[in-house]
């Protein structure tokens, strides 16, 4: 698939964050990573760098919110999905090593203290995430009163196991949080 000029520097945005944060990314950087031509920033982000960064974390929320789509339909469990959500991190880890994390928990712990906006597009990128996640175990047969409490659970418990896996560049935070939850998850499941 042919990506545009724009559609390359979102994504190199959000790839550049995942492992340096939105400080320690420069616009020249997102540029040359994606292979796009000079002046093409002021072209397509007018904003500056917080429009492309408002769009990375924008483009993360979907990527993940698509990747637990997927997940859930190979997993008939809450279990399962919460498995298969942390199991794409634990293979990444393992493949790519522990460099990059979530661009949206990067670019909280970055700037969104000081910047409204970013901190509403990662409120966003985060509910994006979370409304598929709360679907599917409406879906599993979770009652509706705890899909987005459960669906908060999920993600804040994966979230925290990235950050320490990365740390400890080691996986076993990933695999105490799946060992952990996955009893408790099945069990809000109606009988």
Known sequence: MNHSPRERMVYSAAQLIRTQGVSGTGMREVVEHASAPRGSLQHYFPGGKDQLVREAVTWAGS???????????QAPTPSGLFAGMVGQWRDQFREDGFAAGCPLVATTA????????????VKDGFETWLEP???????????EERCRTLALLMISSLEGAIVLARAQEDVAPLDAVVH????????????
């Open 133 to 143: 996640v709360a679907e599917s175990l409406r879906g599993m047969g979770v009652p």
């Open 63 to 73: 990527f993940a919110a698509a990747r637990v789509k997927r997940c859930a339909q």
């Open 180 to 191: 952990e939850l996955g009893p408790l998850l099945d069990a809000a499941v109606r009988a």
């Open 110 to 121: 970055d700037v969104v203290a000081a910047n409204e906006k970013l901190r509403d597009a």
